[in-house]
T-cell receptor, first 109, second 113 residues
Framework: KNEVEQSPQNLTAQEGEFITINCSYSVGISALHWLQQHPGGGIVSLFMLSSGKKKHGRLIATINIQEKHSSLHITASHPRDSAVYICAANSNSGYALNFGKGTSLLVTP | DAGVIQSPRHEVTEMGQEVTLRCKPISGHNSLFWYRQTMMRGLELLIYFNNNVPIDDSGMPEDRFSAKMPNASFSTLKIQPSEPRDSAVYFC???????????FGSGTRLTVV
């Protein structure tokens, strides 16, 4: 089983700060997903990546396959970014997602 | 597209009762997943369907749990009999194929008392 570790577990930032959330995994994968879960509970898929970097608005996701590591960056953070961010790795079998425990982010005004 | 639709949003039931959770995937998506989320264990895969066929049900906790996908637009997850430890949020997700991104439903929050 692919162990997926996230850090930090909890993060508090002031509005405008640059935020980084880290994710590492133990075995080879076909893809890495970043998910966002708001207090209401719904889960939104932010990124799926297998190499390099992807950007969407103020969010940037990077992955280093050799180091088995991915990061999610949020630039110019805003209170509406407050949510739990979950990293999930697709196993090489393709379909199974192994989830990290999530990073709870609170952005204060 | 309305996205992945789950019902009900909330369910409170007494121990021993049968519970049925429903999911309508996005049209054209041929992969469907049921996940369970608890504080202790986080998100866990329960079962995966591809083209309406169950491919992997190794995450189904025990025989009290069963899932069906009678057609491409509908799936159910049934718990019979329910127990308090089944209390969790159950998510359904679909994908156009396994190595594409996933779309999650809003989840069903189940409370068994």
């Amino acid at each position: 089983k692919n162990e997926v570790e996230q850090s930090p577990q909890n993060l508090t930032a002031q509005e405008g700060e640059f935020i980084t959330i880290n994710c590492s995994y133990s075995v080879g994968i076909s893809a890495l997903h970043w998910l966002q879960q708001h207090p209401g509970g719904g889960i939104v898929s932010l990124f799926m990546l297998s190499s390099g970097k992807k950007k969407h608005g103020r969010l940037i996701a990077t992955i280093n396959i050799q180091e088995k590591h991915s990061s999610l960056h949020i630039t110019a953070s805003h209170p509406r970014d407050s949510a739990v961010y979950i990293c999930a790795a697709n196993s090489n079998s393709g379909y199974a997602l192994n989830f990290g425990k999530g990073t709870s982010l609170l952005v204060t005004p | 597209d309305a996205g992945v639709i789950q019902s009900p949003r909330h369910e409170v039931t007494e121990m021993g009762q049968e519970v049925t959770l429903r999911c309508k995937p996005i049209s054209g998506h041929n992969s469907l997943f049921w996940y369970r989320q608890t504080m202790m264990r986080g998100l866990e895969l329960l079962i995966y369907f591809n083209n309406n066929v169950p491919i992997d049900d190794s995450g189904m906790p025990e025989d009290r749990f069963s899932a069906k996908m009678p057609n491409a637009s509908f799936s159910t997850l049934k718990i019979q009999p329910s127990e308090p430890r089944d209390s969790a949020v159950y998510f359904c997700a679909s994908s156009i194929q396994v190595d594409y991104g996933y779309t999650f439903g809003s989840g069903t929050r189940l409370t068994v008392v």
